[in-house]
T-cell receptor, first 117, second 120 residues
């Protein structure tokens, strides 16, 4: 049963610290998404990768957030320095996109619950 | 701009009854996709069902069906024979294509969600 995996599942850190979240997409998928979920804003898209290339990171605060895909099996989302307003659940999702007619069904990981004190 | 609206913050249903969760959308793009996801209290997002804008038939997946009314721009989720395990938050999402050519991609916009509670 193929699944998206995310680590860590929970992270508590202090303001100013660096946070790195990792995601392993489903094998064979070529798209990776990072979302942030909060009570106030709901689900927000932070970044999108296809074939490891970033196509959209307009939802991400550029000064402190960065997203990369060092290889096809690993995506990372980094916050440096972290702030209390970054507290949220961060989801990674993967899918397969062949062309613009693809359904682009996204399969979500379990999320990383981040608390910044 | 694309928009997804779920007008029911919370819904209650008796076990074994059917329930409909509402979703309306707004887009000027003729090609789009509609998704429903379930988020139980454990937090994960579970894909339930997909409907393409050009699909002639309403999508069904087991106890889930999507009542797609294109002219009314609605994509309601129907859960038949509700079970206690169906208690969760349900999100409707719409995919539209952004960009052009090789950099185009499908971007999901999510509604605010509906909390479904199934009573025994």
């Amino acid at each position: 049963d193929a699944r998206v995996t995310q680590t860590p599942r929970h992270k508590v850190t202090e303001m100013g610290q660096e946070v790195t979240m990792r995601c392993q997409p489903i094998l064979g998928h070529n798209t990776v998404f990072w979302y942030r979920q909060t009570m106030m804003q709901g689900l927000e898209l932070l970044a999108y990768f296809r074939n490891r290339a970033p196509l959209d990171d307009s939802g991400m605060p550029k000064d402190r957030f960065s997203a990369e895909m060092p290889d096809a099996t690993l995506a990372t989302l980094k916050i440096q320095p972290s702030e209390p307003r970054d507290s949220a659940v961060y989801f990674c999702a993967s899918g397969f996109n062949r062309d613009t007619t693809s359904t682009d069904t996204q399969y979500f990981g379990p999320g990383t619950r981040l608390t910044v004190l | 701009a694309q928009k997804i609206t779920q007008t029911q913050p919370g819904m209650f249903v008796q076990e074994k009854e059917a329930v409909t969760l509402d979703c309306t959308y707004d887009t000027s793009d003729p090609s789009y996709g509609l998704f429903w996801y379930k988020q139980p209290s454990s937090g994960e997002m579970i894909f339930l069902i997909y409907q393409g804008s050009y699909d002639q038939q309403n999508a069904t997946e087991g106890r889930y069906s999507l009542n797609f009314q294109k002219a009314r721009k609605s994509a309601n989720l129907v859960i038949s024979a509700s079970q206690l395990g169906d208690s969760a938050m349900y999100f409707c999402a719409m995919r539209v294509v952004f960009g052009a050519g090789g950099t185009s991609y499908g971007k999901l916009t999510f509604g605010q969600g509906t909390i479904l509670t199934v009573h025994p």
